[in-house]
T-cell receptor
Framework: KQEVTQIPAALSVPEGENLVLNCSFT??????LQWFRQDPGKGLTSLLL?????REQTSGRLNASLDKSSGRSTLYIAASQPGDSATYLC??????????FGQGTTLQVKP | SQTIHQWPATLVQPVGSPLSLECTVE??????LYWYRQAAGRGLQLLFY??????ISSEVPQNLSASRPQDRQFILSSKKLLLSDSGFYLC???????????FGAGTRLSVL
């Protein structure tokens, strides 16, 4: 059974800092991995999708990497801003065809 | 462009009352549709998914049901709500099973 873990559960950093969010999964047989952002009381916004054959994806200040063999992904946020404050969720799509989500990392960027 | 709509945004219902949450997608055809629940302190849990009209797969035994009466309409229902049905319900769509899932704004359901 696929399990997805995100560490840390919460993170507080000063504005301008570069930071890394971690995601690990137990079953390396995945099709892809997605990173989402969720603002309080809101739906999810897809940030990046990495196919199983890819090593990383970039969008603006965000860079996501995938090491399928070790069951790990990281989301790197460069030059963090207060507007980046949100909960970040990673989810893996396995051979069941269903997205399995981690519990999320709640990020606070202080001005 | 494609958009997904969910309503209502918030709902307060007494125990034992019925429920109907609606989700519609615009700008695409034959999408895969999903219902998730996000309970306090827990991750997102897939409740139902549908690959076509009238085709519903249930992921967990529960007090809820889903229907897809039209290609781009997905409805979550209950005949009698339980306290444990409280949570944040999210609808999502994708072009295919391995594609990006796009989420609606969610419905906050409180059962009292």
């Amino acid at each position: 059974k696929q399990e997805v873990t995100q560490i840390p559960a919460a993170l507080s950093v000063p504005e301008g800092e570069n930071l890394v969010l971690n995601c690990s999964f137990t079953d390396s047989a995945i099709y892809n991995l997605q990173w989402f952002r969720q603002d309080p009381g809101k739906g999810l916004t897809s940030l990046l999708l990495i196919q199983s054959s890819q090593r990383e994806q970039t969008s603006g200040r965000l860079n996501a990497s995938l090491d399928k063999s070790s069951g790990r992904s990281t989301l790197y946020i460069a030059a963090s801003q207060p507007g980046d404050s949100a909960t970040y969720l990673c989810a893996v799509l396995g051979n069941t065809g269903k997205l399995i989500f981690g519990q999320g990392t709640t990020l606070q960027v202080k001005p | 462009s494609q958009t997904i709509h969910q309503w209502p945004a918030t709902l307060v219902q007494p125990v034992g009352s019925p429920l109907s949450l609606e989700c519609t997608v615009e700008g695409t055809s034959n999408p895969n549709l999903y219902w998730y629940r996000q309970a306090a302190g827990r991750g997102l849990q897939l409740l139902f998914y549908s690959v076509g009209i009238g085709q519903i797969s249930s992921e967990v035994p529960q007090n809820l049901s889903a229907s897809r009466p039209q290609d781009r309409q997905f409805i979550l229902s209950s005949k009698k709500l339980l306290l444990s049905d409280s949570g944040f319900y999210l609808c999502a769509w994708s072009a295919g099973g391995a594609d990006i899932q796009y989420f609606g704004a969610g419905t906050r359901l409180s059962v009292l």
